[in-house]
């Protein structure tokens, strides 16, 4: 057992575009455990979701903070942000309150580039889903995203 393998699994799925389910490939890909890797990805992804549904929500109040600088660049950068997504907010605020989490489950759920975890929580921050709910979303999209490379990638190497 190489443990520089496992470490690769577990830096791959903290990685942005690649997270769990490329690190499920990498993994069964270089003969580890599947079942182990599986895990590791998928406890990874977890805590990616955890960190990121908590971090993320903090920069509204960076934002906000920016509204009253003293600093021109600072107060135009909010003017920005609050001519441009809160407005996206408003905007599509009946939608996400329908179907964001299952929206966002589903984003973050297919294995593809451009998805997944990272990408789902820029989404639910520009939406404005809020914390609880895009932890949710982000962990069981992440874990379906998991479990669907998994599958591919376990029977593919059981079959050649």
Known sequence: MNTTHWLLVFLFSLTPTIEGRYAIAYGIGVGLNPFFVFILAS???IMLAFALGFLISYI???MMSLKDSRY?????????YDRYLLRIRRRTKPYIEKYGLLGLIVLVAVPLPGTGVWTGALASYIFG???????LGLTIGGLFSN??????????????
């Open 43 to 45: 406890v990874t992804i």
């Open 60 to 62: 509204d109040m960076v």
């Open 72 to 80: 021109r660049t600072l107060r135009t950068l909010y003017r920005i």
């Open 129 to 135: 889903i809020d914390r609880w709910r895009t932890v």
């Open 147 to 160: 479990v669907i490379v998994f599958t591919l990638a376990y029977f593919f190497k059981i079959i050649i």
